[in-house]
């Protein structure tokens, strides 16, 4: 399964993923410059790898703490029994949460929610509290905000 999905990218594919990974708004003909081949050549590439949904799509990195948001938190979410949908849309309608995963062992969910002080931490996850049991980490500082894997597995 790996060889077969491996070929869906070669190593000029990765060259540009990781050139828009870094900077999504470089142009086509810069990528293409560094790469000794054409801008036009690059976004058919871009195109081709967007239509095999090898790009899922562009984005930006917000910088929370200029925007007010000191602390970042992990909040490990496992519902009382019956209350998973509650729970799911109590996660949903909380714009805090910046993203949601369901996860395998003894939590169902893990979340990461964007604060501007703890104390907002009590009433965020006061909504959850009748429908499920949390536990949450306050992030220091991160290792890998987010790295790209290997392009072509090994």
């Known amino acids: 399964m790996i060889k077969e999905k491996s070929r869906m990218v070669d190593y000029i594919d990765t060259d540009i993923i990781n050139a828009l990974e870094k900077n999504a708004r470089v142009s086509f003909s810069y990528i293409g410059k560094k790469l000794e081949i054409s801008g036009p050549a690059v976004g058919e590439r871009v195109k081709r790898l967007k239509d095999k949904q090898v790009i899922d799509g562009f984005g930006v990195r917000i910088n929370l703490e200029t925007l007010g948001y000191s602390i970042v938190a992990l909040v490990r979410i496992k519902p009382i029994s019956g ?58 500082s991160s290792l890998i905000d987010f790295r790209l894997p290997p392009l072509i597995p090994k």
Request: with cysteine; aromatic share 4%.
């Open 83 to 140: 209350q998973h949908k509650a729970v799911e849309k109590a996660i949903c309608q909380q714009t805090r949460f910046m993203s949601c995963d369901r996860v395998t062992g003894s939590d169902c969910y893990v979340a990461k929610l964007a604060l501007v002080n703890v104390a907002e931490l009590d009433d965020i996850l006061s909504t959850l509290h009748k429908i499920a049991d949390t536990d949450t980490s306050i992030i220091k």
